[in-house]
């Protein structure tokens, strides 16, 4: 059987664009290579009030003097909705670690590249990994960099692949996971703050689905 992301035996509708609401910080102790980093996000299938996940995670970083790379080791607690009216949810527990580091193209290219590995402890489900690399660029309009009132066009693509193919109770994933592109606008509001607004399309083997995404960052 293969095990397509219905959370549940609902059918999602694809042509309904849902909303993920979410928020991002970081921040580096002082005086140190540590900090720490997570995001709280409400996802719906719908711009509000059908949950598909709420997603809490945080992590210890170390970011080691002038390597420019920025690890971090973290847990993430994840409750899945299920499409429609159903209120039936699932668990989901996980560690990851990842690297990200960042560069500079030209005067206004700023590119970041992040891998993740995550173990994954689903509810009723096997142990499972999943292999993430994710591509940003960000593109300021008005300034020659991402500085106060800038504004910036944001890009991403993210793909992943499991580790595992067999999930348990006779139950497979394709080794292809899903592919995220996203496309928005963003506002720099002051050093360390900024928001986003913008669109992402979701795909898997099975379908795809397009979402709403307002998003603030915050490193302090």
Do not use: C
């Amino acid at each position: 059987m293969l095990w397509s992301i219905s959370y549940g035996n609902a059918q999602i509708d694809q042509s309904k664009t849902g909303a993920w609401y979410m928020y991002f910080f970081n921040t580096q102790f002082k005086n140190s290579d540590f900090g720490i980093q997570g995001d709280l996000q409400h996802r719906n299938w719908n711009v509000l009030g059908d949950l598909e996940q709420l997603l809490v995670r945080t992590g210890v970083t170390y970011t080691p003097k002038n390597s420019g790379i920025m690890f971090t080791l973290g847990y993430a607690n994840i409750t899945t909705g299920t499409f429609g009216d159903s209120t039936v949810s699932t668990n989901e527990n996980r560690i990851y670690q990842e690297g990200l580091f960042s560069q500079k193209l030209g005067g206004r290219f700023f590119l970041t590249h992040r891998f993740r590995y995550e173990q994954r402890f689903v509810e009723n489900q096997d142990f499972r990994t999943r292999y993430r690399y994710n591509l940003f660029l960000n593109i300021p309009l008005n300034k020659k960099t991402l500085e106060k009132n800038a504004i910036y066009t944001a890009f991403y693509n993210e793909i992943f692949v499991n580790g595992q193919t067999n999930i348990g109770n006779n139950n497979t994933v394709a080794l292809f996971d899903r592919n995220r592109t996203y496309l928005g606008l963003g506002y720099v509001l002051k050093p360390g703050q900024r928001f986003q607004l913008g669109w992402m399309n979701q795909k898997t083997n099975n379908w795809g689905k397009g979402q709403l995404q307002f998003s603030f960052h915050h490193n302090f």
